[in-house]
């Protein structure tokens, strides 16, 4: 992405802010192990903001005066010496700061900008992090209590960012094609190989293998390579079993490319598929064609929600799993959201509108999943809401068993 980019980004979110002043934060690296850290994944919205890749990194943006500085991160002479940081011209022209300032500094600064800004805005996590199994990055968390202060009073700035964030700029579309591009390769190839797969970790490094060795890429997220009953875990990533002849593989896996996501899921078989699980297949694919036609500009959510929930309700039908609309039943067979935001995040927020509109990129996602049966199957495309209609960016893979 080219400087202007981001000084685009921070333009809009000056101006949907009047003029504010916005301070956020890069995340910390995080302890791996004794004296090791996790490779490093940024904040989105500090990424979309700044374009580094960095931990400890912060940015102030005055909408005001229509400035905005990068603060160095606070690091010793060893981890320099032993980690590097990335020079500060580099960063200025990433970016396209103004400025790159110390972190006395910005101490300084904000208490300048405090005299003539008396709120602050900045990005925290959303209260739904709560319910995480893990700890959230504590980054932000800090900040927001340093901000408390300096200034009068801090706002949340999230819901103006995932609004901006939502409708994606043509370089942000490009940069997801190519994900979704390098992912459907992938896909094809290992479906070529099915039959010389003995378990679920040769697709997965298979695939990490084509990510890496064709684009320098990694996963957007743990990819899931779920056989047999497996595939009733929605987020199994041990991807450790053997495959069975007849298995039903689900697979749901995704690149990053330029920073941006691809998320697309599909289910192949190891072996002869029985009649059951090739029905089963079918009438998914059929369903998830049907929910793909109903998107398109303007179309209300919460209509949207309903058509699904009465297509999945038919599909259910139609393989005998209930005899008439059950929403208990469809939960259990059905039981997670048919798609979600797709961006720098894999889970990317669409700003909880209430109609779809261009430049969204959305997942579509139906699943069927009946443990008793040791079948799960779910097909899932990455689709471009546009002007006049819809384009299916995945649409080149097929979604054949
Ligand atoms: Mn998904």
């Given at each position: ?290 929910i793909?036609?109903y998107l398109q500009p303007g179309l209300d959510v919460s209509e949207y929600m309903t058509k699904v929930n009465d297509r999945m309700m ?13 929403n ?9 959201a048919i798609g979600h935001g ?8 669409l700003g909880a509108p209430r109609y779809f509109k261009?430049?969204m990129?959305m997942?579509v ?20 809401i ?16």
């Amino acid at each position: 992405m080219k400087a202007s980019f981001f000084q685009y980004n921070r333009a809009k979110l000056a101006e949907k802010l009047g003029g504010g002043l916005i301070v956020a934060t890069a995340y910390n690296g995080m302890q791996r192990q004794n004296d090791m850290a996790f490779g490093f994944t940024q904040e989105a919205n500090f990424w979309y903001l700044t374009g580094i890749e960095e931990p400890d990194w912060k940015l102030i943006v005055d909408g005001t005066s229509h400035k905005a500085w990068l603060v160095l991160p606070d690091v010793s002479e060893e981890h320099r010496l032993f980690d590097g940081v990335l020079d500060e011209k580099v960063a200025k022209q990433l970016s396209g700061v103004d400025g790159v300032i110390t972190h006395d500094e910005a101490q300084a600064k904000m208490r300048q900008l405090a005299k003539k800004h008396s709120v602050v805005h900045t990005v925290s996590q959303p209260e739904y992090a709560a319910h995480f199994s893990f700890h959230q990055n504590p980054a932000q968390h800090q900040l927001h209590q340093e901000l408390e202060r300096i200034f009068s009073a801090v706002q949340l700035c999230n819901k103006e960012l995932a609004s901006l964030r939502a409708i994606k700029q043509t370089e942000e579309i490009v940069a997801i094609e190519k994900a979704v591009k390098l992912t459907m390769q992938a896909f094809s190839n290992v479906k070529q190989a099915m039959p010389s797969y003995a378990h679920e970790y040769e697709i997965e490094a298979d695939m990490s293998h084509y990510f890496k060795f064709e684009a320098a890429a990694e996963h957007a997220y743990d990819p899931i390579i779920a056989a047999g009953h497996n595939a009733c875990t929605l987020h199994y990533t041990a991807n450790s079993a053997k495959l069975k002849s007849g298995d039903m593989v689900l697979l749901d896996v995704g690149a990053r490319v330029d920073g941006y996501a691809a998320d697309i899921s599909r289910t192949y078989a190891k072996g002869k598929a029985s009649a059951r699980a090739q029905s089963i297949h079918a009438t998914l694919e059929s369903a998830h064609r049907d929910i793909v036609s109903y998107l398109q500009p303007g179309l209300d959510v919460s209509e949207y929600m309903t058509k699904v929930n009465d297509r999945m309700m038919q599909a259910l039908k139609e393989v005998n799993l209930i005899k008439h609309d059950d929403n208990e039943a469809l939960r259990k067979y059905f039981p997670h959201a048919i798609g979600h935001g797709l961006g720098i995040d894999v889970h990317d927020s669409l700003g909880a509108p209430r109609y779809f509109k261009p430049g969204m990129v959305m997942t579509v996602e139906p699943g069927i999943y009946i443990p008793d049966e040791k079948l799960g199957f779910r097909i899932e495309d990455d689709i471009l809401i546009t002007e006049s209609g819809v384009r299916n960016l995945s649409k080149g893979l097929s979604t054949a068993l």
